[in-house]
T-cell receptor
Framework: DVKVTQSSRYLVKRTGEKVFLECVQDMDHENMFWYRQDPGLGLRLIYFSYDVKMKEKGDIPEGYSVSREKKERFSLILESASTNQTSMYLC???????????FGSGTQLSVL | AQSVSQHNHHVILSEAASLELGCNYSYGGTVNLFWYVQYPGQHLQLLLKYFSGDPLVKGIKGFEAEFIKSKFSFNLRKPSVQWSDTAEYFCAVIRSGGYNKLIFGAGTRLAVHP
């Protein structure tokens, strides 16, 4: 079974802190994604990566950056956390099969 | 911009009732359509998908969806729901440009009472 592991299930940070969310997949997938999930808004794509060191902005990249130094690891960085970034963050990976993403269990981030 | 609309945010049903969840997308070209499901405490997982061909697609656990191109719709159905179908359901569409960039709807929370 494909496993996508997110480092923290719950995280509480203060406004202005730099926050790192880590995601690791164990199936040698090319593509990795970061989404945020908010009630009533569904999932919105923040960034995705289609290869090591390659990244593209999604629909809501403002206030975020990403890093993919190794194929299995994709990090989401909040440069200066703000309260409106309180959300559930989901990491996903995929190989080539269109539309079949494997999701992690999510990180619930609260910014106070 | 492409978007996906799910009309019902919350649905409550009794076991054995029939289910239909609406999904509409806004994109005039060729689309790939999906339904994902998130059971309580579990990961999001793919329920079913439509690429081309027969517009009626079948997925896991007795779910099916019908693609109606003229209505830009991809509604999810199940003839008889069970308590274990309680979950949140997301409709999604692939945007152009590849790389599996899915656009999701807002989701529908389904609660099935025994």
């Amino acid at each position: 079974d494909v496993k996508v592991t997110q480092s923290s299930r719950y995280l509480v940070k203060r406004t202005g802190e730099k926050v790192f969310l880590e995601c690791v997949q164990d199936m040698d997938h090319e593509n990795m994604f970061w989404y945020r999930q908010d009630p009533g808004l569904g999932l919105r794509l923040i960034y995705f990566s289609y290869d090591v060191k390659m990244k593209e902005k999604g629909d809501i990249p403002e206030g975020y950056s990403v890093s993919r130094e190794k194929k299995e690891r994709f990090s989401l960085i909040l440069e200066s956390a703000s309260t409106n970034q309180t959300s559930m963050y989901l990491c996903a990976s995929s190989l080539y099969q269109i539309g079949k993403l494997f999701f992690g269990s999510g990180t619930q981030l609260s910014v106070l | 911009a492409q978007s996906v609309s799910q009309h019902n945010h919350h649905v409550i049903l009794s076991e054995a009732a029939s289910l239909e969840l609406g999904c509409n997308y806004s994109y005039g070209g060729t689309v790939n359509l999906f339904w994902y499901v998130q059971y309580p405490g579990q990961h999001l997982q793919l329920l079913l998908k439509y690429f081309s061909g027969d517009p009626l697609v079948k997925g896991i656990k007795g779910f099916e969806a019908e693609f109606i191109k003229s209505k830009f719709s991809f509604n999810l159905r199940k003839p008889s729901v069970q308590w274990s179908d309680t979950a949140e359901y997301f409709c999604a569409v692939i945007r152009s440009g590849g790389y599996n960039k899915l656009i999701f709807g807002a989701g529908t929370r389904l609660a099935v009472h025994p």
